[in-house]
């Protein structure tokens, strides 16, 4: 039988750890996606003495070069992979996150992780992707990257102003629509993920889900079965009382 591969970036804690650790109890492969060679071995570690089959990468996703070093590793070793999951992402903001306060610098920091980091990770791995027999693509995004949720009056999140963080999740949006209608006739599945607001360094544990309901989310997007869907935002629905489901773009 072979081997199912997911690869996960910012692996080494949060949300991406607690996908490692989901998708290695589901019986696969992961590959812990970490900048920091440190930081990857310790998530490695304690995901391999959980029972999972873990094995750190060094992968900073705003680094084309460490992409391609990836996909070169997997090739050799793999052959293929299964799962991508683009979870890694940077939350900034200048002042009191009014769009007026915005910096051109923050704003180029969020994207090159949020957005392009994952653009330049996904066409790294898309040649292993199309080798495997059910690929799925799971890019991390966010209920704040809707555009109907930020400005529905009514929301919860109407009070939120900040420009770098959400739009970047709003393009991210964006790339995942756009590469689901490119693989639309592949066996390939690409969908955004909406943990809902979960309690880990991003946020200084403010959230009021766990790292591991966040990571719920983009289990169930990397094992999707074969008639589910593609192009979809889906994940946790605070306007909707706290259920799964499709959210808004
Ligand atoms: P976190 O605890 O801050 O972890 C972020 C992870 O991303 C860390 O492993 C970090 O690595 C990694 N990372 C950051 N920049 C990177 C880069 N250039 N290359 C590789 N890895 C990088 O955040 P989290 O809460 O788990 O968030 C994970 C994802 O969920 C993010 O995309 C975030 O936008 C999204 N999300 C989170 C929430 C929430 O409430 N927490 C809600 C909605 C969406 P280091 O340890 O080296 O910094």
Same mark, same amino acid.
């Given at each position: 039988?072979?081997?199912?591969?997911?690869?996960?970036?910012?692996?080494?804690?949060?949300?991406?750890?607690?996908?490692?650790?989901?998708?290695?109890?589901?019986?696969?492969?992961?590959?812990?996606?970490a900048?920091?060679?440190?930081?990857?071995?310790?998530a490695e570690?304690?995901?391999?003495?959980?029972?999972?089959?873990?094995?750190?990468?060094?992968?900073?996703?705003?680094?084309?070069?460490?992409? *391609? =070093?990836?996909?070169?590793? &997997?090739?050799? @070793?793999? #052959?293929?992979?299964? !799962?991508?999951?683009?979870? $890694? %992402?940077? /939350?900034?903001?200048?002042?009191?996150?009014?769009?007026?306060?915005?910096?051109?610098?923050?704003?180029?920091?969020?994207?090159?992780?949020?957005?392009?980091?994952?653009?330049?990770?996904?066409?790294?791995?898309?040649?292993?992707?199309?080798?495997?027999? *059910? =690929?799925?693509?799971?890019? &991390?995004?966010? @209920?704040? #990257?809707?555009?109907? !949720?930020?400005?529905?009056? $009514? %929301?919860? /999140?109407?009070a939120?102003?900040?420009?770098?963080?959400?739009?970047?999740?709003?393009?991210?949006?964006?790339?995942?629509?756009?590469?689901?209608k490119?693989?639309?006739?592949?066996?390939?599945?690409?969908?955004?993920?909406?943990?809902?607001?979960?309690?880990?360094?991003?946020?200084?544990n403010?959230?009021?889900?766990?790292?591991?309901?966040?990571?719920?989310?983009?289990?169930?997007?990397?094992?999707?079965?074969?008639?589910?869907?593609?192009?979809?935002?889906?994940?946790?629905?605070?306007?909707?009382?706290?259920?799964?489901?499709?959210?808004?773009?």
């Open positions: 039988m072979t081997t199912t591969i997911a690869l996960i970036t910012g692996a080494n804690r949060g949300i991406g750890l607690a996908t490692a650790r989901q998708l290695g109890a589901r019986g696969m492969t992961v590959l812990v996606g900048r920091d060679a440190a930081r990857g071995r310790a570690r304690a995901l391999r003495d959980g029972g999972a089959d873990a094995r750190a990468v060094p992968l900073d996703v705003t680094d084309e070069a460490s992409a *391609a =070093a990836v996909a070169e590793l &997997v090739e050799q @070793e793999y #052959g293929h992979l299964d !799962v991508l999951v683009n979870n $890694a %992402g940077i /939350l900034r903001a200048d002042g009191t996150a009014l769009p007026s306060e915005t910096t051109l610098a923050t704003l180029r920091e969020v994207f090159e992780t949020n957005v392009f980091g994952v653009v330049a990770v996904t066409n790294a791995l898309l040649p292993l992707l199309r080798r495997a027999p *059910a =690929a799925r693509i799971v890019n &991390v995004s966010s @209920e704040v #990257g809707s555009i109907a !949720v930020m400005t529905d009056p $009514a %929301g919860a /999140l109407f939120l102003t900040s420009v770098p963080y959400p739009t970047s999740k709003t393009a991210l949006n964006m790339v995942t629509a756009m590469y689901a490119e693989l639309r006739d592949t066996r390939i599945k690409v969908n955004a993920a909406n943990p809902g607001y979960c309690a880990t360094d991003f946020n200084g403010s959230g009021f889900r766990t790292a591991e309901q966040g990571a719920e989310v983009s289990v169930h997007l990397a094992t999707l079965p074969a008639d589910g869907p593609s192009g979809l935002l889906w994940g946790f629905q605070m306007d909707a009382g706290g259920g799964y489901g499709v959210l808004p773009w």
